[in-house]
């Protein structure tokens, strides 16, 4: 028999179809699946069970009980690694625009086809109330991630298939931000007392905008931006962590928006920090930090920010049109 490896994606997974790992005619056996997912929606994912055809057969033989069950995990995937499954990458759980990737050795246990195989996976999940149409939130909706995915398996004979990985640009994950870095607001007028430079990290193509105040006291910083069009975004912020770094509070023109946010990490890392679920209207707004203090065990009140970033949300949350006139200063909501 021949070694085979086969490449899929779909940006968005498609509407009413399970999505598609590997679909050959002929005799051999599965060995293994790798699946990377982007999520598009907030909350869990990975409802969704696998669902395997041997030889034809018109309903599923092989059905199991979830994605994170196929992985050999349970309650969510996290981080892990074994001979014969694990997650290699995982980075925040239940965000929009989160990524997993995740993979299963058959090894021990080849899945065996004599005329032909279809390894499928639904992609259904939680989802946020704004994406279901009766504006309830439960575990069993059809979701419209990203998924990509690599089938290995071995077959005799000639090859039936004639899928081929797509071109690079092609594979390559859509853009979903808007970005407004902040290291353009680096002058005087957009913080409080303390130095601010624009430092380089390995992990910010363009750097980011670095603020060391000397005490929490009128420690703060400010991004102003501007909406144009009044459509479904998420706010977020992508920041940097480290050992000397303080807690802060963000709000936006003036409305606080969440909890603390500590920035202390013995190692210095990035992470994105989601706040608000919203339909901005055209105009200007201000995205302000104040220094609320430092964890104990931080040796400063310093801050690290990449970006603001205005994320899109799937188009349904315009098709089902459920909050578009809720005011965000009165009720601000981060779905999760």
């Known amino acids: 028999p021949y070694f085979y490896a086969q490449y899929r994606q779909e940006y968005p997974a498609e509407h009413g179809k399970d999505y598609v790992i590997l679909d050959t005619q002929g005799k051999g056996h599965y060995v293994g699946t790798v699946l990377s997912v982007r999520t598009r929606s907030p909350s869990w994912f990975g409802e969704g069970d696998e669902k395997i055809y041997i030889d034809g057969e018109p309903k599923a033989s092989i059905w199991g009980t979830g994605t994170e069950d196929y992985f050999l995990s349970a309650w969510g995937l996290k981080t892990t690694s074994t001979p014969f499954f694990g997650v290699p990458y995982f980075d925040q759980w239940g965000i929009v625009g989160g990524h997993t990737s995740a993979y299963r050795w058959h090894i021990a246990d080849p899945i065996v086809f004599e005329k032909g195989i279809k390894v499928t996976f639904e992609h259904f999940g939680w989802i946020s109330p704004d994406e279901n149409p009766q504006f309830k939130t439960h575990s069993w909706n059809e979701r419209e991630d ?54 380089d990290l390995d992990f910010y193509p363009d750097g980011h905008l670095f603020y060391k105040p000397e005490q929490a006291q009128n420690a ?45 990490s013995p190692d210095l890392s990035t992470w994105e920090y989601h706040l608000l679920d919203f339909w901005p209207e055209p105009g200007k707004y201000t995205l302000r930090l104040d220094c609320v203090g430092k964890a104990p065990v931080s040796s400063g009140h310093y801050l690290g920010i990449e970006s603001v970033r205005l994320r ?21 909501t981060l779905y999760e």
């Open 220 to 264: 703060w910083v400010e991004i102003p931006f501007e909406v144009q069009k009044k459509e479904p975004k998420r706010l977020l912020l992508v920041m940097t962590r480290a050992p000397d770094y303080g807690r802060y509070q963000a709000s936006l023109n003036g409305v606080k928006l969440g909890g603390v946010i500590d920035l202390y």
């Open 312 to 332: 899109q949300r799937r188009p349904r949350v315009v098709q089902y049109n459920h909050v578009p006139t809720e005011d965000w200063r009165t009720k601000p």
């Open 146 to 199: 990203d998924y990509s995915s690599v089938a290995f398996w071995y077959q005799t004979g000639t090859p039936t298939f004639t899928a081929r990985a797509p071109h690079a640009r092609e594979r390559a994950l859509p853009n979903l931000d808007r970005i407004i870095l902040a290291k353009d607001f680096a002058a005087e007028q957009y913080h409080g007392p303390g130095e601010v430079v624009v430092q």
